[in-house]
């Protein structure tokens, strides 16, 4: 079981907003922060919500936490008895990623009396809008227990508060907390209904509160267990009255039982486990730390929907705005592609509907086609802002290029929705909205670049790159590069449509006045610059006039840092100047068109840029150790996997950029650890939609056993040290 559970013994203060993370449970329309029951908002308890966002005026738009429905605090003869108040003898946390739950045991000293508090809960995998608890307390000795037990909606908000208009009832023994969002006025209801055979019962209702207060004497060792069921249901969920659906909600539950609904529950996760388990022999550590990166990615999975994907920070808080980001196409979606494509669809289908905000931003910023947000949440429009850091010298905001610079974006969206079309052969999809978002991107490229008569040549200029460090380059290669690559799939697209749906393809053409752009795109890929590696030395340079910047180790940038926090990037950060990198940016050129450059040329940049390379992002390390393992560099792969594979467990990881918070858990990691063991030291690739491997498995690693499916048709895939086997199962 042990690499199968997360554990932590004893109780350290410190970690909470680490565990908080590390222990998420969610459900891909929830997500539950691994706190303790009878934490509030200052020890950051947050139930985030997808697809519902709000705006104070002079604020960021967020995703909302609702109330807290899980809230549980005990009382010894009228003290409290929690880890905050009391004087701990044993605690122990742990997660069980096979089944998705949570549980804790403490043991609390209180005026030569003991309490010992556990629980288990989860967040419902078989109904998606049910969070269920038991809890138990016991004592040493005869005392005055008060469990006090209910709805918290005092909540945790970065940019908020976001609820409004509280009001509380008690309605057939289920408590009821319903609140309003500013912005568009979605309505939050959560109900909580219990079973529970002791005590005395009272309704305590406070502003935005409300519990029950059960009262009983406590005789010496004997244990006392209630279960908890919670629903959390909104309007944005189209089931009429949210209040009536908890409540329809909760009374299944107490019908059904804890059990019945954790069997569920359970039975869910073990099915999905099947598809997804890596097994590793031969490295605990490794084994240990993939399982936990492949739990964070589908607890975060929106199964529900189609209309919502990840955001750059799960569902683990509202950092970063709960936006999505290119994270997902390129880290996570490969993930659900290879392993649970009808995830996979929904998340593809979430940039087709944010189509109408991507062309609004292009027409905003005067180009045509669509321009996808850098920040996207629920509406597709672009919620970066324009000041994103603030600097900690003048504690000013400082303007930032994100917004309007990262055009890379409108490509990565494509890049997703091929290879998802290639590895599903899911033409539907390009039907349903694929075909035109493909379009629209290529027409927005073509919009964008400049033509340079003199060189006959299309340049692009003046962007911001994965790097981030530099801001306004000219002639990124990685974004250059992306760019031919929504022309290729866009005639790949048209041919096909021309082919197989001809009326489509008519009616495609005729809707988005897309004639006269087809000659235009075609000059745009055939004529797009693209830096080739240097003769004499095959360095692919970052972007136009990179090596003419200062040359310094990272050591020696870090030495001119004068305040903790301080932006390396933007105007004037430290290493605007140098050619010291944020992450991986030609290495992911690299390794996103591998057939395209030589082994010497692969060798020649990687050993460039890794020491230039500061990994200020999670997405980073992955791409070195996806390179490294093709380059037979298995330590070197090996170390990046694990610095990968570990950011969210060690907690080695940037919690603010200037004053600007950013911690919460790093799915991209987590599908980037998913990539380097499947991409790297697997070597997957596909031949005539069969899969094939060549195998760079790091020294520890006897051996390693995973499933991949391809057009429908899943394969078990067994590599060891000295022999591999591909069985169609």
């Known amino acids: 079981m042990k690499q199968w559970v997360l554990g932590n013994k004893g109780y350290n203060r410190a970690r909470i907003g680490l565990n908080g993370n590390n222990f998420l449970l969610a459900n891909g329309y929830m997500g539950y922060r691994g706190t303790l029951e009878e934490y509030t908002k200052i020890q950051h308890t947050a139930c985030t919500l997808t697809g519902i966002y709000d705006q104070l005026k002079g604020k960021w738009r967020e995703p909302v936490n609702a109330p807290n429905g899980l809230f549980v605090k005990v009382y010894c003869n009228g003290k409290p008895v929690t880890v905050l108040d009391s004087n701990i003898k044993e605690h122990t946390q742990i997660l069980d990623f096979k089944s998705a739950v949570h549980k804790r045991r403490t043991v609390l000293k209180i005026d030569h009396n003991e309490i010992i508090i556990t629980s288990e809960r989860f967040v419902s995998l078989h109904d998606l809008h049910l969070m269920c608890m038991r809890y138990s307390v016991s004592s040493l000795k005869n005392c005055e227990i008060t469990i006090e037990t209910g709805i918290d909606g005092d909540v945790w908000d970065i940019n908020g508060p976001h609820l409004k208009n509280f009001s509380t009832r008690f309605n057939d023994n289920c408590l009821v907390l319903k609140a309003v969002t500013n912005e568009q006025k979605h309505t939050i209801a959560v109900v909580e209904g219990i079973k529970i055979k002791f005590g005395k019962h009272k309704i305590n209702k406070r502003k935005k509160i409300i519990t029950r207060l059960i009262e009983f004497e406590a005789e010496a060792g004997k244990e006392y267990t209630f279960s908890k069921y919670v629903s959390v249901f909104t309007t944005n969920d189209?089931?009429?009255?949210?209040?009536?659906?908890?409540?329809?909600?909760?009374?299944?539950s107490l019908e059904q039982g804890y059990e019945k609904l954790l069997e569920n529950h359970s039975n869910l996760w073990h099915k999905r486990w099947e598809n997804a388990d890596i097994i590793i022999d031969g490295d605990k550590k490794a084994q240990f730390a993939i399982r936990y990166s492949i739990y964070h990615l589908l607890a975060i999975a929106p199964v529900h929907s189609d209309k919502i994907s990840i955001p750059a920070r799960g569902l683990s808080s509202q950092v970063y705005k709960g936006a999505i980001f290119w994270d997902t196409e390129l880290f996570m979606l490969p993930f659900f592609i290879y392993n649970f494509p009808q995830i996979a669809r929904n998340l593809v289908k979430y940039r087709i509907h944010s189509l109408p905000g991507a062309r609004q931003k292009a027409k905003e910023y005067g180009y045509d086609g669509a321009f996808y947000a850098w920040e996207s949440q629920d509406n597709g429009k672009e919620a970066c802002t324009h000041?994103?850091?603030?600097d900690v010298f003048t504690g000013r905001p400082l303007r930032t290029f994100y917004r309007d610079k990262q055009i890379h974006i409108s490509a990565d969206v494509v890049y997703g929705i091929w290879e998802y079309y290639k590895a599903t052969g899911d033409e539907k999809i390009l039907l349903e909205g694929g075909a035109e978002v493909i379009l629209e991107c290529a027409r927005f490229y073509y919009s964008f670049a400049y033509f340079k008569k003199d060189k006959n040549r299309y340049e692009i200029l003046d962007v911001t790159t994965p790097d981030e460090y530099h801001e306004r380059v000219n002639n990124n290669p990685y974004t250059n590069r992306m760019i031919k690559y929504t022309a290729d799939v866009a005639f790949e697209t048209l041919e096909l449509l021309k082919n197989k749906y001809n009326k489509v393809y008519k009616n495609l053409i005729s809707k988005i006045n897309f004639r006269d752009d087809i000659a235009k795109i075609k000059d745009l890929q055939k004529n797009l610059y693209i830096s080739e590696p240097l003769k004499k030395t095959d360095i692919i340079e970052q972007f136009d006039n990179y090596l003419k910047l200062e040359?310094?180790?990272?050591?020696?940038?870090?030495?001119?840092?004068?305040?903790?926090?301080?932006?390396?990037?933007?105007?004037?950060?430290l290493a605007t100047t140098t050619q010291i990198i944020k992450q991986a940016d030609v290495i992911l050129l690299l390794n996103q068109f591998k057939d395209e450059y030589s082994n010497q040329v692969k060798k020649a940049n990687w050993e460039y840029y890794e020491p230039r390379t500061e990994h200020g992002s999670s997405l980073s390390t992955s791409m070195y150790s996806i390179l490294a393992a093709h380059l037979r560099k298995t330590d070197w792969a090996y170390k990046y996997f694990m610095k990968t594979a570990t950011i969210d467990l060690e907690g080695k990881y940037k919690q603010y950029v200037g004053t600007l918070y950013i911690g919460g858990t790093h799915p991209a990691a987590n599908g980037g650890t998913w990539l380097a063991a499947i991409f790297g030291f697997a070597g997957l690739s596909f031949k005539n939609d069969k899969p094939l491997v060549n195998p760079k498995l790091p020294k520890k690693w006897k051996s390693m056993k995973f499933n991949t499916q391809i057009k429908g048709k899943r394969y078990s895939i067994e590599i060891s040290k000295s022999k591999s086997k591909i069985v169609s199962v």
């Open 387 to 390: 000041f994103n850091v603030i």
């Open 238 to 252: 189209n089931v009429g009255d949210p209040v009536e659906a908890g409540f329809a909600s909760i009374q299944n």
């Open 551 to 573: 040359d310094i180790d990272l050591k020696k940038l870090k030495s001119r840092i004068i305040k903790p926090n301080e932006y390396l990037g933007g105007p004037s950060g």
